[in-house]
DNA sequence: ATTATATCGATATATAGGTATCGATATTGA
DNA sequence: TCAATATCGATACCTATATATCGATATAAT
């Protein structure tokens, strides 16, 4: 099982919505060329995604859709179940929480930790809100392996130490914040202001 | 004015946060070393950034911070505000607007646009909510130059041709779709699935 | 005054990832 | 049956970006 590069990892999921919405429509076979034209990528590119999940196309025809889905699937280990808490159940907490594609991929949030006593014991889209005192001891009975990070800032390196004493292995990191932990645990950034900043960038460079 | 590399780019917030960060703390100086250290970045990839804005270093001092920050917030744009409109007041849309730290990069959501006639003429976080009837009026009118896009996947595609016709110029996609559009609009992607594809590759890898 | 040191900045090198080329193969249609 | 075609898959190439090396410079310490 070799790996598969990070850039080719970050296609999947933009396949996977395609290949999905070709099977809705009743397609049993795609080929690369087809899948590059609607993304916008060059069928090269995609020739060579598709050729890492370790499936045989066929000439003139292309990849049969069903096991193209199941093994891409299975290299983003999507086929198997994800179970993840949610620290911080803000604005941004709440929004990831209603969001119903997440169960896609796997991910199942079952718990959601808050310091603010107000929220304690109510539920935000379902999940129950447990105070953070509970939070190393409910890691360390599920052994749930992930975490949803979604605090202010300022709370952000405190509240990501105490997941790794606790024993998480990967924190999905939406607050704006760059922790240090040592690289027992993952840590996925998802960074707004960078985002915002190519942006900015490019719109600069268009008006020129 | 040469153009800044892309990657270069999406660290410039990054060194924002910390050179902000000294500042609090009353520092005045900043080397490449120390916000390498900090951020877990190599000194040399660090200085090469901090080169590209224009500035010039002192051998054992390294960067006065004011000027720094000032530079990097020119070559973002970032001095400048930049006025938006947001499209879709779901759980997404709303969690943005309740975002303040937005302020920081210049921009300011002026208006908010949706389809649900129960939201019109209510306010989102402070901010008025307009039928989507009014988007066309209201761009053409404002001439404001970005989009936010908040909208569902299925209803993405339909809202972004709308938003090209009334001349907006970047959006700043956060639907899970793809968008195709004429190469006049920038458009930016925030994917959380690739996010998350991202965080599983690295999790399994791991575990190996 | 002289030496040691931390940093900058320029040049060179390495690597990852994307792109181009081309032969091989199966299917379609004449 | 045979030619035309669309695709795959392997190899080779190219480009962007990160990393390494090294001399230059200003400050601080002796």
Redo the contacts with the bound molecule.
């Keep these: 099982m070799k790996s598969i ?4 990892i970050r296609r999947y999921p933009l396949y996977l919505r395609r290949l999905k919405a070709y099977r809705m429509g009743g397609t049993l076979w795609v ?4 899948l590059a034209e609607d993304l916008g ?5 995609v ?2 995604d ?2 890492l999940t370790g499936l ?8 049969s859709i069903d096991p193209l889905i199941g093994a891409i699937e299975e290299s983003l280990g999507w086929n198997n179940r994800t179970d993840a808490i949610l620290v911080g159940a803000g604005n941004l907490g709440s929004a990831l929480l209603g969001y119903s594609g997440f169960a896609q991929y796997g991910l199942e949030i079952s718990a959601v930790f808050d310091s603010d006593p107000a929220k304690i014991g109510t539920k935000v889209q379902g999940v129950p809100v447990f105070p953070m005192e509970k939070l190393t001891d409910f890691i360390g009975r599920t052994h749930i392996p992930m975490a949803v990070l979604t605090v202010p800032a300022e709370s952000a390196q405190r509240t990501a130490e105490q997941l790794e004493d606790a024993g998480i292995r990967g924190i999905w990191n939406f607050a704006p914040a760059k922790l240090k932990l040592s690289d027992k645990v993952v840590v996925q950034r998802v960074d707004l202001a960078s985002s915002f900043a190519e942006l900015s960038s490019r719109l600069k460079k268009d008006q020129t």
């Design positions: 590069p990070l850039p080719a080929s690369a060329t087809m990528f060059s069928s090269i590119l020739r060579k598709l050729a045989e196309g066929r000439p003139k025809y292309g990849f």
